[in-house]
């Protein structure tokens, strides 16, 4: 299973410290909606009722917040609601602003001074929103920057908490109030400039999350498709205390000698690779002060012959005591990942029943199309987890794991593979078509591998099902209901093919490549697949909600996300069919409430829309047109008795709530 526990006494211990329930949803009780996950677990839940089957339809729009002004465009951040504010971040230069929650007033916004290190940082406009905390009944703000300071604001005033932190020695940054993450990676750098390039980068698209009194960072790596090189640092995960900003622990992702893992890095590939970071968000188990971290692969995504062995801790699911920064346990969900199979949401706590017994769960979405479920204490799969053979790969020097890790349970949500009945088959003429477009590709099951270009096949390349951009991906985290422990799973049907070519071409490309040394092979572009009569090439539905009863493992039911888009509905070949409902084939952001499923996508026409669903059954109970797409997720709150949703729309935060 190559997971393993690290201590099964304290593991025992803690399972003994609590019994408490996440039913209650810690950080949405009350209207709030306290962390970028609503609670701690990340359910994306509220308790609150005031909008339901009958009445959504009548919701319109209260405010709208534009963040055009601070150069917003991805619309990734989800703001908390606490106190009485909402509080977020916006644009690349991550301003932290505080709103009025009925009006959409700005209140205070606070911006980093600038750095080289900013400006580097190839996930400026990517931050997902802020932690919060109350240290000695202050009410403080949290966040990561692009140029990997940790800053602690008063979240009444906006102004730098003091005696947090250390003088940074940069030109406009304040006396107190900011931490330097690099002072703790143990790598040189300079306070403004970072880290060499040469030796590595890091940055932050994720808020820190705050346990007791300890703050958790994490951090972001460049993307691996825009690297050429084989050098970088690794994403280690550091602890701080939430009143003095003081170094507490870090833990190292990528072991070095005499650490647990180490054997997993063959021809002392750890002395110079790195990534593995946790850009995801993190979540914790307040009660029991466990925190849970996603990780990505290592440096380079889609060839990894300069990395041979599983590669631990990439690609994996952590749980450390966030006390000391000791592992608990551990699962590593891809070895050796050349997929970009990155860990791309938070994981999930719930509590369910199983047997008859109250078990502490944590499960794990992947864009894999699996949920890999775990005893959150002791980190044992609720269901067996089984290794099986996969493919190997065809590219020189690439030595991949015999192996992977597949669940029993639950079943794949969405595409595994690829195989002639998951192509369209609306006509005979349209199936043959995309059966003679596959004739280009090297395709297989889940987990067939990468092929370079000028193969001996002379293929165009693979496509592997899901793709990097298939499953569960950051677009749109999974929800889940803590009262009946349902996991609500959005995911989309692709594929991916990547132009694989010698690494001097990627490099060519780069204007500031990170790393000193070439890789053989690196990923060139998407190479991009032919659509039979511009149509998809899979059978729909192209996008999903599943429903999944952590309970049991077993799914409940799923519905199509969205639309069937125009270009199907009155595509000639189709126009006389009567073609069921598809989905638009975009994830659709979530969350749920007391009393539903809400979700964003389209309708045929392209309009955006928010969409109501019965949870219980999956059908739809409303629809309401909305200004704009949603980008990332959504949020609730209740304010002075009235609930509003908020929905992150680019530069735009929109807010819906009943007349």
Sequence with gaps: ??????????AACLIAATTAALAAAPGTQDGRWHYLGGDSAHTRYSPADQIDASNFNDLEEAWVW????????????????VDGVLYTVVGPRRYVVAIDPKSGETLWTYREPNTRRWEYSMRKDYGKGVAYAEIDGRGIIYIISPAFFLTALDAKTGQPLEGFGKRVPVDGFPETGVVDLLADLGHPYDAYDGIDLE?????????????????????????GYNQSRIENIPGDILGYDARTGKFLWKFNVLPGPGEFGHDTWEDEAWQWTGDISSWAPLSADQERGIVYIPTNGATLDFYGGHRPGDNLFSTSLIALDVNTGKRLWHFQMVHHDIWNYDTPTAPVLLDVVMDGKTVPIVAQATKQSFIYAFNRVTGEPLWPIVERPVPVSKIPGEKLAKTQPFPTKPAPYDIQGLTHDDLIDYTPGLRQAAIDILKEWDTGPLFQPPLHRDNEEKLQGSLWCPGDVGGVNIDAPVAADPNSGVLYVPSRTNCTTRVIAPGRERDDLLAEPTGSRIARYAALRSAGVRRPDNLPLFKPPYSRITAIDMNTGEHLWYIPAGETPDRVLNHPDLKDMDIPNTGTGAAPPLMVTDTLLMYASTASDGTPHLFAVDKSTGEQVGKVEIGARVRYGMMTYVHENKQYVVLQTGSLHTTLALP
Excluded: C
């Design 1 to 10: 299973m190559r997971r393993v526990g690290e201590s099964l006494a304290l």
């Design 199 to 223: 030796r590595g980068y890091i940055t932050s698209s994720s808020p820190p999350i705050v346990v007791g009194d300890v703050i958790i960072v994490g951090n972001s790596a460049e993307q």
């Design 66 to 81: 534009d963040g055009a002004s601070f150069d917003a465009r991805s619309g990734r951040s989800t703001p908390s609601y």
